[in-house]
């Protein structure tokens, strides 16, 4: 696949297919499920996603928690400022965090930036368009103040979003986000995710169909647009995952076993590929850049649980790899098509999508 293909994963979206806040109950969103080897497809709602997987399978769940990453400070002038932090790229300096943050005005290094109870950060570093802030509690401080003053960031698309912040931390989350935040966190949630339940879950429970969970951090390179250098370099934005030697065991029991591993999303569908050599998975922690489009030979994944992307995104194209990989006679952009007749939502708050 060449630059210039990118042009082929265009499609025409009705704006009223853009849902702006998610379903109550979050299962209640419908399922688009296409089968790869019959060529057909069902109609469904997310409750029942049970229904069309295997007994025995193994669920690869993302568990990163999105944090209320945008603030609006204020200049030691007296000028408001917005700052975004880069939450999943914090790297550490000594005994020292230097925090990766994004400004919509300009600042200078030694320049320090008030919240609104006070509290102070320092600008003390620059890398291009990138500035790097340290705090005197370091970045647990950070996270306490992002809790207190942060607002939820959500895509260009749903600016116009009407949910007040509460509810928008609560519905942007999934039910199973870790609780405790070791190194980073993510400034947007892996979506595909935000469908799942107590109840889905029991109902997988009753199937045999067990789960486990990686991390991958989200940044905002999950939003960019393609660029003809990422098919140049073979490479995307680095984004950092874990995922230990339990969950490695599993995957690695579960192919030898000929069961079935589903990845829900394409955050983990990147992380399983990253991580496989010759149909293994090796346990890893560290940044991740793999660009994942036609073709490709997936070494984990057999089933994706995705949403509906963007146009033209690298989102787009790993869904297609994944089709072609399975030997499916339509690509992403006919399936893509055909749920737009058929009036479903797309993207982060949209309905959900099984490629069996």
Avoid at 58 to 67: D, I
Avoid at 173 to 194: C, G, H, M, W, Y
Avoid at 289 to 299: N, S, V
């Amino acid at each position: 696949m060449k630059w210039a293909d990118v042009e082929k994963y265009h499609y025409e979206l009705p704006q009223e297919l853009i849902r702006t806040e998610g379903v109550e109950p979050r299962d209640s969103a419908r399922l688009f499920v296409y089968d790869t080897k019959t060529d057909t497809v069902t109609l469904d709602v997310f409750k029942n996603l049970a229904k069309y997987l295997p007994e025995e399978s193994l669920l690869v769940l993302n568990n990163t928690r999105v944090l209320p990453a945008r603030l609006w400070l204020q200049k030691e002038t007296g000028g408001k400022i917005e700052v975004f932090v880069l939450l999943n790229q914090i790297i550490e300096a000594g005994p020292q965090y230097k925090i990766p943050v994004l400004v919509d005005r300009k600042v200078v290094i030694g320049q320090k930036l008030l919240f609104p109870g006070g509290e102070t950060l320092e600008v003390v570093d620059q890398d291009e368009n990138i500035f790097y802030i340290t705090l005197p509690g370091g970045k647990a401080e950070l996270y306490v103040l992002l809790e207190k003053y942060g607002e939820t960031p959500v895509p260009h698309y749903l600016e116009d979003i009407t949910l007040n912040e509460e509810t928008l931390r609560e519905r942007y989350q999934t039910i199973f986000a870790k609780d405790t935040i070791n190194e980073r966190a993510s400034v947007a949630a892996p979506t595909a995710s935000l469908h799942f339940t107590e109840r889905v879950f029991e109902s997988l429970v009753k199937k045999n169909i067990t789960q486990t969970s990686l991390t991958l951090d989200v940044g905002l390179g999950t939003f960019a647009p393609l660029s003809e250098q990422a098919f140049d370099t073979g490479r995307l934005h680095k984004e950092y995952v874990e995922v230990t030697e339990e969950v490695a065991t599993r995957l690695n029991q579960t192919k030898e076993h000929r069961q079935k591993v589903i990845a829900v999303g394409t955050t983990v569908t990147r992380t399983l590929e990253a991580i496989s050599k010759s149909g293994r998975a090796e346990a890893y922690q560290g940044p991740v850049d793999i660009f994942l489009y036609p073709p490709h030979q997936f070494q984990m994944v057999d089933i994706l649980v995705t949403n509906f992307h963007l146009p033209k995104t690298s989102l787009m194209l790993l869904v297609d790899a994944f089709l072609q990989d399975k030997g499916s006679k339509r690509g992403v952009v006919s399936l893509y098509e055909e749920a737009i007749r058929e009036k479903f939502s797309f993207y982060s708050f949209g309905d959900s999508m099984l490629i069996l």
